[in-house]
């Protein structure tokens, strides 16, 4: 089997067939056959590359998931968009956190995911994964922030992400779900590790970020 080259230089990276780890050098077929041994890898990790344009071109498919948010340039940025960027923009009608970077130390120029939700039960991530093994313990896990800075508005709906875990059949069974809780708003941006671990209770699944809340001034 051909082994693909993962590595964080990578703005996407899966492992083919039967294959984990950062380097994609574990076969998984080992790992399912030998739960003592306690290996641990990444299936995928997406980093959303870097470049000096401020919005980049990309759209979610390039980086093999879907949502229900549209790609959208500034000019037309709204509840219900989303944009790649390297630096929060600012906002005519909230104080963002203007030209914030993203979470990733020294990376120059990296791409963010900037989503301006819309409405409850919007599919933020939704993401396909295969040959998982069943029985073992996995993690899906994010870094997130709330671009919108302290304001003297009295009432602000934060963002509150659920994360969830569902089989990849048609009546997609829940497999695990967890929720942030909401997103603070902090005087300088912000992020924190969120997400939830599970057992795999199907070799192919579906990994998905849903807003809980309806969309708000800065949300």
Not at 29 to 36: A, G, L, R
Not at 176 to 202: E, N, R
Request: aromatic share 12%; hydrophobic share 35%.
């Amino acid at each position: 089997s051909t082994i693909l080259d993962c590595n964080n230089t990578e703005d996407y990276c899966e492992c083919s067939n039967d294959f984990i780890g950062s380097s994609c050098e574990i076969q998984s077929v080992d790992v399912c056959s030998k739960h003592e041994n306690d290996t641990y890898g990444s299936l995928f990790f997406i980093t959303f590359g870097s470049g000096s344009d401020r919005f980049s071109s990309k759209t979610a498919s390039d980086f093999n998931f879907t949502t229900n948010l549209k790609k959208e340039s500034w000019s037309n940025f709204k509840p219900g968009a989303y944009a790649f960027v390297n630096s929060v923009p600012s906002s005519l009608t909230v104080l963002w956190h203007n030209a914030a970077k993203d979470h990733t130390t020294n990376d120059t120029d990296g791409y963010m995911y900037l989503a301006d939700l819309g409405k409850a039960g919007e599919q933020i991530f939704n993401y396909q994964i295969n040959n998982l093994c069943v029985g073992m313990s996995y993690e899906l896990s994010a870094y997130m922030t709330n671009v919108m800075r302290e304001t003297w508005w009295p009432s602000v709906t934060e963002p509150n992400i659920r994360f969830e875990v569902r089989a990849m059949k048609e009546n997609g069974d829940l497999i695990a779900q967890k929720s942030t809780g909401d997103i603070p708003i902090y005087k300088h941006m912000t992020w924190s590790k969120h997400g939830l671990s599970f057992v795999a209770k199907s070799s192919s699944i579906v990994l998905l970020m849903i807003s809980n809340v309806d969309g708000h001034w800065g949300n």
